[in-house]
């Protein structure tokens, strides 16, 4: 099994910036790509951006592109993603979902095989 935990959320002024961790472990080698995805209160989950095993393929939503960036530390099993330039319409409970292989870069939570708890990201104006 995999366990996936996120942390690094919190209250953040717009224009500010932020920087979730999340956190692999049990058989957390077997996670190719990692997603972040968020919810905000009456809205579907949203796809936010995914990074792959190598660290070197990245896709994000329009909505983040410039703005969020995904990285990973493998040998750390540990996957963030820094949010920078804040702003209310961001605020929402952000989750990380890991993805076995051959997955592939994918923005369908469908796609992703474990989950992690969520942490509230709140951006005041």
């Known amino acids: 099994q995999v366990q996936l935990v996120e942390s690094g959320g919190g209250l953040v002024q717009a224009g500010g910036s932020l920087r979730l961790s999340c956190a692999g472990s049990g058989r957390a080698f077997s996670i190719a790509a990692v997603g972040w995805f968020r919810q905000a209160p009456g809205k579907e989950r949203e796809f936010v951006g995914v990074i792959g095993r190598s660290a070197s393929s990245t896709y994000y939503a329009d909505s983040v592109k410039g703005r969020f960036s995904v990285s990973r530390d493998n040998a750390k099993n540990t996957v963030y993603l820094q949010m920078n330039s804040l702003k209310p319409e961001d605020t929402a409970v952000y989750y990380c979902?890991?993805?076995?292989?051959?997955?592939?870069?994918?923005?369908?939570?469908?796609?992703?095989?474990?989950w992690g708890q969520g942490t509230q990201v709140t951006v005041s104006s």
């Open positions: 979902a890991g993805g076995l292989a051959g997955r592939g870069l994918a923005s369908s939570a469908s796609t992703y095989d474990y």
